[in-house]
Nanobody, 115 residues
Framework: QVHLVESGGGLVQPGGSLRLSCAASGSIFSINGMVWYRQAPGKQRELVALITNGGSTNYADFVKGRFTISRDNAKNTVALQMNNLKPEDTAVYYC?????????WGRGTQVTVSS
């Protein structure tokens, strides 16, 4: 069992930045990496970025060059640095493990990009 808690969301103007954090606890030795998803109102949850245990990263095309995923293995946290935010980035952001486990979805953290 893994428990995930997201934080760091908020209201930001277009072009601004936010840094999200996800704290993991429990049986984290069994995971292969971490992932960030997001879900905007009326839309399906979509992959934003992932990082493997080996440090390899992958990003959705719509965030490439703007978002950076990183992991602190000592603290069991994964961060998502979001720069040059756009109104279309407004969503609830969730973290999960790799492979994705539907039981591990947390409450997420709301990101709102608006002037």
């Amino acid at each position: 069992q893994v428990h995930l808690v997201e934080s760091g969301g908020g209201l930001v103007q277009p072009g601004g930045s936010l840094r999200l954090s996800c704290a993991a606890s429990g049986s984290i030795f069994s995971i292969n990496g971490m992932v960030w998803y997001r879900q905007a109102p009326g839309k399906q949850r979509e992959l934003v970025a992932l990082i493997t245990n080996g440090g390899s990263t992958n990003y959705a095309d719509f965030v490439k060059g703007r978002f950076t995923i990183s992991r602190d293995n000592a603290k069991n946290t994964v961060a998502l640095q979001m720069n040059n935010l756009k109104p279309e980035d407004t969503a609830v952001y969730y973290c999960n493990v790799l492979p994705i486990n539907a039981y591990y979805w947390g409450r997420g953290t709301q990101v709102t990009v608006s002037s």
